[in-house]
């Protein structure tokens, strides 16, 4: 018996039933991992529009008649964590969450048990936990819990880095690469300069001290909106929130908004606990919002407002502008992100966003680990 040629299996998998006129049928495995792929991505309403049908059956046309039992989800994780490589499990996941909005993905019992923890069904566990019954919602939390526990360890090194010290002056006998003096070394090696070259040859290499000296009380008033699209910045604003919560000379407030402001700072030292406590979605009141984060302030020169934010406003725009004027005029930092996850991809209001920026806010979007940073050069600065 001939074995199936694997790259033809690949491309029947990606082309779906039409190409097997030039792939064959596919058999074993597979046939298995093909009916996986159609049960998700056969509900397509693009393939529906276009005449297509993979595997030549609608999703719609299996729910009927006395044949097979229907594949329930549960069922089709079995397969899918059965048929592929963990990579590709997550994104199926993540595809039948996002794309498709298969709830039962976060909210069946059974379900939740075989779902790979990741930030994707996180997002999903945020939207939807206002469906779940106590027993689910128990399951969920455990699923909360672990990928806040990953997303602290990954983000506590971040911080740990950005707040390592700020660099001195004082020469070091410790070679660091972060540390390394570029002007001192090319001062202390000028001897060594090959005209015919026109190289300096470096003998002597110099490198900054670090010092950890008395830094002046500071101010991160995160301020972060709690509609829909925002979830993924929600997620990181909190973790980011925890991470900083107690480094010396901060003190850390985390307010959540949408159309009402709720300062959620209590919470801060319990991720978990103040994720399952945002309500997503609502109406948007940047404005009042601001003027909360305002009202927080101590020492306007030791502050740094961040507000978090897609800037579709739905409050008053003119009182937003003259609230972050305002500030900034009094020697606040205020920063305005339109994005604050790991991928820092913003979609945002440009028009509003701009005019903050002529106001004096920083504007733009940031990784966790670059808000860091940035908090950290302004303390340490």
Known sequence: MTEPDPDLERWRLILGAPAERHTGAPAGDAAARDAALDWLYGRD??????GVRRGGVRPEDRQGGSGPSVVTTVDWLDDV???FPKETIERLERDAVERYEIHEVVTDPAVLERVEPDPALLRAVLRTKHLMNPEVLALARRLVEQVVRELMRQMATEVRQAFHGTRSRRPSRAPRARDFDFHGTIRANLAHYRPEEKRILIERPRFLSRTRRHLDQWQLILLVDQSGSMVGSVIHSAVTAACLWGLP??????????TAVVDLTSDVTDPVELLLKVQLGGGTDIARAVEY????IENPRRAIVAVVTDFYEGGDEHHLVRTVREMVGQGTQVLGLAALDEDANPSYDRGLARRLAAVGAHVGAMTPGRLAEFVAERIGG
């Open 293 to 296: 984060g305002a009202g927080l």
């Open 45 to 50: 309403p693009d393939l529906e529009r276009r």
């Open 249 to 258: 000379g901060l003190k850390t407030h985390l307010v959540a908004f949408d």
């Open 81 to 83: 964590h059965r048929l």
